[in-house]
């Protein structure tokens, strides 16, 4: 997967950005993540190498905006001309990730219609008052593709109202990475993964989190190892 983030810099809305993986590492070279700011590689899905060929090769899947939020207040000016990019470049796939689906509709194109074919929207719920926040605002967008991303896990979580299988293509879940990762409960995992089977939405076991509690035991796991252990629960796959 390509990385294209346009901008860079955010500030925290709710418990699931308590640890955030960009304040953590900006920190680490004295830089202030609130400050919000276009990046160099803000116009990378336009961008050609010497050869005339396009950087961000057709065929890709694009994480965008990892490490800022699509839909941030503080970016509204600059979101039009991101919206363009990707429209223009039906070839990729954009994977946009955000806890401001309540925004969505700031800047969106005129074209937008019932979404572009090539953008893939996942809504970050965390606990169950963000789920019941953001969910029922998220299955009434106009989206071609939609999933939702419970990460980090920080409690168990009913999602059954909202499992839409002719809206929802997937629900992924994963724990809290780096050391102060809060904990992760097996029986969360196995919970939401029970909902899914049972509304025929497929679901995804991302990772274990730093800090996993498993069959009464808690668990310090690596972070490479954490992707490792959560496919060997089996648990990925297609509904139903």
Known sequence: MEWWSPWHGCHKISPGCKNCYVYARDESFGKDSSVVAKTASFALPLKRNRYGAF????GQEVFTCGTSDFFLEEADDWRADAWRMIR???????MIITKRIDRFYAGLPADWGNGYENVSIGCTCENQDRADYRLPIFLQLPLRHRFIIAEPLLEAIDFTPYLDPEKLEEVSVGGE???NGRLCRYEWVLAIHAQCQKAGVAFHFKQTGTHFYKDGRLYTIPRRYQHIQAKKANLSGSGG
């Open 177 to 179: 990475s780096g050391q």
């Open 55 to 58: 950087k961000l090769a057709p």
């Open 88 to 94: 223009d470049r039906p070839d990729l796939r954009f």
